[in-house]
């Protein structure tokens, strides 16, 4: 019984990681989207969520995802925004209807910095 219920938790390990990975990856591949923004970029301004922890505002974190990969200063990020799109299924939560999300315009570095912590945490429940 203790061998089955171990080799239970490995696979659920290993299927895990190729996730936690990618996740890892994002991270690093908009840290350096964000360390690399000119200030071309500070004049683009995304609608980024007040509350990131707030699960009306996914819809709102893809929507700005959207306008900043749309960017033309952006291209030569494609790799992040080809990795997010493979991960955007796992990262959306299961929501019967989206509900009011308070947002501001705010700029692109301000929605970096949201969406850092919106995939950090996402990482962080798809590990517990």
């Known amino acids: 019984m203790k ?8 696979a659920a390990g290993i299927s ?6 990618s996740m890892a990856e994002l ?6 989207m964000y360390e690399s923004m000119t200030k071309d970029m500070q004049n683009l301004r995304i609608e980024t969520p007040d509350n990131i922890d707030d699960v009306n505002c996914v819809s709102a974190i893809f929507e700005g995802m959207e306008q900043l990969k749309n ?5 030569k990020f494609s790799v992040f925004f080809q990795k997010f ?7 959306t ?3 019967t209807k ?3 999300c308070d947002t501001e315009r705010k700029n692109a570095t301000k929605f970096i910095e949201k ?3 919106f995939i950090r945490r996402a990482s962080k429940n798809a590990r517990a």
């Open 16 to 21: 895990a990681a190729p996730q936690m990975s």
């Open 98 to 100: 989206e509900g009011k």
């Open 71 to 75: 960017n033309a200063a952006m291209k």
């Open 3 to 10: 061998t089955h219920l171990y080799l239970l938790l490995l």
């Open 93 to 95: 939560p299961s929501l």
């Open 27 to 32: 991270l690093t591949l908009l840290q350096q």
């Open 115 to 117: 969406l850092m912590t």
């Open 85 to 91: 799109e493979r991960l955007k299924q796992s990262l």
